[in-house]
């Protein structure tokens, strides 16, 4: 279990006299249970990504902890086989010197001889792929196929929480779309859990048993998806309006 508890984060902001604190996330706590798909929704500038980057232990926050399985997030040996990413960038994702093979064995930090002995061909065709694509260089992939060779990556140390930070937010809709059937396959495939940070709630919807609403750097709601309808918040029941008409 992903446990987040009273978590702040700021960053410092250089004025033309003084340098400020600008608080980003303020006393954010929830419970991420193995095999749930959460979503975390908000508009831009709201904290999602800078919790997304919290979460995979990227950065520190400056109070509070995040703890897997009651280890602390921040400890590398904690996050291996817990967590992994996949982000909204593709091209940028993919080292452009990497093939797709190079790409999917990097995090891995297998041996030789089980580089050797890896099943790329199933894993590929988990994500829509096939072995032919292994040789193949980023400039190479269209922007879906680049997305699923991401996922495959993220998928390959079969962890038990994937995040993904607008990871389909820059794919053409019916690419979208493909995707989403994709992570749902996945999770049926592997049992494995995702947090969902973006900005569509109808793709969230579709994806996540509950769906967090962030604003301002705080938690607004925490609902069961099939109770999104009945938000108590009027920010919140103001950004369902939006979706919805
Ligand atoms: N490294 C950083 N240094 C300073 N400020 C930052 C840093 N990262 C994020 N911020 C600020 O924190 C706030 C939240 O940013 P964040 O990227 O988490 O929002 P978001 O909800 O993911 O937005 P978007 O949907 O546009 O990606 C913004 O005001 C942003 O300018």
Not at 10 to 35: A, Q
Not at 75 to 104: L, M
Not at 112 to 124: A, I, M, P, V
Request: with cysteine; net charge neutral.
């Amino acid at each position: 279990m992903l446990k987040v508890e009273g978590v702040y984060q700021s960053y410092r902001r250089s004025g033309l006299l003084r340098r400020t604190n600008h608080e980003v996330l303020r006393n954010i706590g929830f419970e991420w249970e193995k095999g749930e798909c959460l979503g975390i929704i908000g508009e831009s500038g709201s904290g999602k990504s800078t919790l997304g980057r919290l979460l995979l232990g990227i950065d520190k926050p400056v109070r509070g902890s995040i703890t897997f399985d009651g280890k602390p997030i921040a400890d590398r040996k904690t996050r291996r086989g817990a967590i992994s990413a996949v982000f909204q960038d593709y091209t940028s994702s993919i080292n452009p010197f990497y093939t797709v093979r190079q790409a999917i064995l990097e995090p891995l930090r297998l041996r030789k001889s089980e580089n050797e002995s890896f099943d790329f061909g199933s894993l590929l065709r988990e994500v829509g792929l096939d072995e032919s694509y292994l040789d193949r260089y980023p400039h190479e992939l269209s922007g879906g196929e680049a997305q699923r060779v991401c996922i495959a990556r993220a998928v390959a140390s079969k962890p038990a929480c994937i995040l993904l930070d607008e990871a389909i937010s820059s794919l053409d809709g019916s690419v979208q779309m493909q995707v989403l059937e994709l992570l749902r396959n996945l999770r049926e495939t592997f049992g494995m859990g995702y947090i969902f940070i973006t900005h569509d709630i109808q793709a969230a919807a579709y994806l996540c048993d509950r769906m967090m609403i962030i604003r301002g750097g705080e938690i607004e709601e925490l609902v069961r998806t099939e109770e999104l309808a009945n938000v108590q918040s009027p920010y919140a029941k103001e950004l369902l309006r939006k979706v919805i008409s």
